[in-house]
T-cell receptor
């Protein structure tokens, strides 16, 4: 079984540019999450999809961030325009169903550096 | 405010030795507590998940304990190996919380020296 895959693994962009991160969850996993870890801080929630619907986007920092999950398969997270404080590691995670006690499966993350 | 505090922040031990990592939380109402292992450059991988009624759970050389009364958990690693070098993250889930109500700790960075 393929795990959660994220692309790219690293991205370096200038302030004001646009970047799109992609996440392919484990096949059949309805729940998809985006998280972010800023240097020196803990991992924090950004948003949660159930299939193609946004279940909770309370963690999105501002309207420069746009997440989509068309067709309920892969998801993209676009940052436009990027700011210096957006630098960090963006993780995607997925899990299959409604069991809140089931583990999350994380991707290896995308390390975003905004200069 | 829900918080998860981990200690120590970092730890260096010799290969073959045991170690214990600590996690204190103030998440309420409690649903479950998870320990994840994160290798450098990789995503976190689940080690254990414990609910309110469980006070110990093992996964190979990893044993997690939970004291829901004192809101403390520990992760004990037995006979450490070089491959145990990683960050260990404590994650606590609140019942009814949005996005599974997960609160992450900052992690303990563990280094195993030969």
């Amino acid at each position: 079984e393929a795990g959660v895959t994220q692309f790219p693994s690293h991205s370096v962009i200038e302030k004001g540019q646009t970047v799109t991160l992609r996440c392919d969850p484990i096949s059949g996993h309805d729940n998809l999450y985006w998280y972010r870890r800023v240097m020196g801080k803990e991992i924090k929630f950004l948003l949660h999809f159930v299939k193609e619907s946004k279940q909770d986007e309370s963690g999105m920092p501002n309207n420069r961030f746009l997440a989509e999950r068309t067709g309920g398969t892969y998801s993209t997270l676009k940052v436009q325009p990027a700011e210096l404080e957006d630098s960090g590691v963006y993780f995607c995670a997925s899990r299959p169903g409604l069991d809140r006690n089931s583990p999350l499966h994380f991707g290896n993350g995308t390390r975003l550096t905004v200069t | 405010k829900n918080q998860v505090e981990q200690s120590p922040q970092s730890l260096i031990i010799l290969e073959g030795k045991n170690c214990t990592l600590q996690c204190n939380y103030t998440v309420s109402p409690f649903s479950n507590l998870r320990w994840y292992k994160q290798d450098t450059g990789r995503g976190p991988v689940s080690l254990t998940i414990m609910t309110f009624s469980e006070n110990t759970k093992s996964n190979g050389r990893y044993t997690a304990t939970l004291d829901a009364d004192t809101k403390q958990s520990s992760l004990h690693i037995t006979a450490s190996q070089l491959s145990d070098s990683a960050s260990y993250i404590c994650v606590v889930s609140a019942r009814g919380g949005g996005a599974d109500g997960l609160t992450f700790g900052k992690g303990t960075h563990l280094i195993i020296q030969p």
